[in-house]
T-cell receptor, first 113, second 113 residues
């Protein structure tokens, strides 16, 4: 089966600019996750979707981060305005509703200068 | 905050040796644990999982041991190969049926030929 697709692979922006990341999960996977992975650390959950509804966004900095999954398939994560500390890899993962194992995409590496 | 931690941030082994990577967790309610492997520039890749009603699970060249008494998880890799060089993360499910994984900081495994 095709994996989780993410784009772009890399992005460099200046602070205070905006940026958007895109994720296409594995076909049929109802649950989608966005994680932030700062260099040298483990991934940290930002938001979890079940179909097109948000299950958990408690760790999403909502003053600057937003995410949507309008049709229950693809998802976008946006940062506006970006800060230097947002430099990280943003990982998207998906899973079946009753399948515990996540499948991760390769991520988008964001550098804020 | 993070509840999953690793005792050793780096581990260097000789090719052909067995590797043991350890992980401590603090949430006694966690019911599911996964080990992930992350190579440079890639997303985490599922290796093996274990549920809290088990204490051992074996895969191909890998074994996961769970000690709920001391809240300890370990990953054993038999006959370690250069291709096993990567960062290894343990993750625990905090979310119950919501399948929300919390990751530790990772251990860098280096296999010397």
């Amino acid at each position: 089966e095709a994996g989780v697709a993410q784009s772009p692979r890399y992005k460099i922006i200046e602070k205070r600019q905006s940026v958007a990341f895109w994720c296409n999960p594995i076909s049929g996977h109802a649950t989608l996750y966005w994680y932030q992975q700062i260099l040298g650390q483990g991934p940290k959950l930002l938001i979890q979707f079940q179909n097109n509804g948000v299950v958990d966004d408690s760790q999403l900095p909502k003053d600057r981060f937003s995410a949507e999954r309008l049709k229950g398939v693809d998802s976008t994560l946006k940062i506006q305005p970006a800060k230097l500390e947002d430099s990280a890899v943003y990982l998207c993962a998906s899973s079946f509703q009753t399948d515990y194992g996540y499948t991760f995409g390769s991520g988008t590496r964001l550098t804020v200068v | 905050g993070e509840s999953v931690g690793l005792h050793l941030p780096t581990l260097s082994v000789q090719e052909g040796d067995n590797s043991i990577i350890n992980c401590a967790y603090s949430n006694s309610a966690s019911d599911y644990f996964i080990w992930y492997k992350q190579e440079s520039g890639k997303g985490p890749q599922f290796i093996i999982d274990i549920r809290s009603n088990m204490d051992k699970r074996q895969g191909q060249r890998v074994t996961v041991l769970l000690n709920k008494t001391v809240k300890h998880l370990s990953l054993q890799i038999a006959a370690t190969q250069p291709g096993d060089s990567a960062v290894y993360f343990c993750a625990e499910n905090w979310g119950g049926s919501n399948y929300k994984l919390t990751f530790g900081k990772g251990t860098l495994l280096t296999v010397n030929p």
